[in-house]
């Protein structure tokens, strides 16, 4: 038996959902997407909710939705995972490595401004962990540059800054319903937007750049409403990907969309508990400024400096770990587009991420903390 890092939470009523796609033998893009998207943009208080097939597809089609000429750039934190820097290289575009601030994890603004150049044309802030980007000062900055801002909210569902909801500060926003995610739908994401211009230029490309969908073609099959007899025809007028989502992650969407606020809730009780457990320590301090009576986090985690060692101890205790993430300027693959990040190179060596889910149990949280005074006892 082992502590879990993430879980997903997830019962009989995701299962019933399914079955009624069983039993209507339409699993593929239907009326459950259609019915998620409502109700995620009840949810959010948007106009538009696209449902995709992940967070990097909502990613990729948001940046493709404004048709940038290729080569420019695009500004996004240097620590977040490859998905958010994918995007701008699926369009042709450039990723400008952002430094991050040490407390926030997320992206500088000192650094977005010195880092910014008459070629960037979007900047993508990353809500680490679930810690809120400073919405406010991006945006401002967005707006007298002429940049559109995609938000990535990978790591955060539901909360607001500043009054506002995470995911509508920008242009778009993006979330992920990946399995490990504030909720899932196994694989999934939902694209955001108060435009309505831009949902148009993202809901067609999703499904293969295709203007009507299979949904909408096969009623007119058989509805007598429909007497057209051109109803199997359809257009494509751009370049277009395989994205959506289906009906058997919709289903299991439409369900964990009524228990997201609680299972908000219990992750913020968790966090609390391990912060007054924790204050004692001395060398091992929270990654960033939890408050999760605020905020909805996806990730808790602390930075100590013997990090290594301290996975090793927390392994030999059966606690999962990780660490989120390798800057991305210290992967292969980016070092092309290599930029001095000093803030993030420094404390990504510390980073430990600690289990949290829903299902953690206070007996669970408390060996890890254990764990963590052990540790500080016999290292330091
Ligand atoms: C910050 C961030 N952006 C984007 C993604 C991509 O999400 P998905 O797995 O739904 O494609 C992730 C996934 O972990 C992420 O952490």
């Known amino acids: 038996m082992s502590v879990r890092l993430f879980a997903p939470y997830l019962g009989e009523e ?10 209507k033998s339409w699993i593929g893009l239907g009326e459950k997407v259609a019915a998620f998207e409502s109700a995620f943009s009840e949810y959010l208080n948007c106009k538009n909710s696209i449902g995709v097939n992940s967070a990097t597809a909502g990613l990729h089609l948001a940046l493709n939705a404004f048709k940038f000429n290729k080569g420019k750039k695009v500004l996004v934190p240097d620590i977040t995972f490859a998905s958010t820097a994918f995007a701008s290289v699926y369009n042709g575009l450039e990723p400008v490595f952002v430094d991050v601030n040490e407390d926030t994890v997320t992206i500088s603004i000192d650094d977005l401004i010195k880092k910014y150049s008459k070629d960037c044309v979007a900047v993508m802030p990353v809500h680490y962990g679930g810690q809120p980007a400073e919405m406010e000062k991006i945006t401002d900055f967005a707006r007298d540059n002429n940049l ?3 938000e990535d909210c990978a790591h955060t569902i539901g909360a607001s800054y500043k009054d506002k909801k995470l995911g509508l500060w920008g242009e778009v926003g993006c979330f992920s319903f990946e399995e490990k995610k504030a909720m899932t739908t196994g694989d999934g994401g ?3 937007t108060n435009d309505d211009g831009i949902a148009e230029r993202i809901r067609a490309p999703r499904w293969l750049g295709i203007d009507k969908d299979t949904y909408k073609r096969s009623s007119g099959y058989t509805s007598i409403n429909e007497l057209d007899v051109k109803h199997w025809y359809y257009d494509i007028n751009e370049l277009g990907f395989k994205y959506n989502m289906n009906d058997l992650s919709a289903a299991i969407g439409l369900v964990q969309l009524k228990k997201l606020d609680w299972m908000n809730k219990r992750r913020s009780e968790i966090i609390r508990k391990y912060l ?17 009576e605020n905020y909805s986090y996806w990730l808790f985690g602390v930075r100590c400096g013997k990090r290594d060692e301290l996975i090793k101890y927390l392994k030999s205790k059966k606690i999962s770990t990780g660490v989120h993430y390798v800057p991305l300027t210290q ?9 001095d990040c000093p803030v993030a190179e420094n404390i990504w060596n510390e980073f430990v991420t600690l289990p949290l889910h829903v299902m953690l149990t206070d007996k669970e949280i408390q060996l890890v903390v254990d764990s963590l005074y052990e540790f500080e006892k016999k290292n330091y």
């Open 14 to 23: 995701e299962l019933n959902e399914i079955r009624d796609s069983f039993a």
């Open 148 to 150: 559109k801002v995609i």
């Open 190 to 192: 939902m694209i955001c």
């Open 276 to 292: 007054d457990l924790m204050k004692d320590l001395n060398y091992t301090k929270p990654i960033l400024p939890f408050e999760p």
């Open 331 to 339: 992967v292969n693959y980016f070092k092309q587009w290599k930029s």
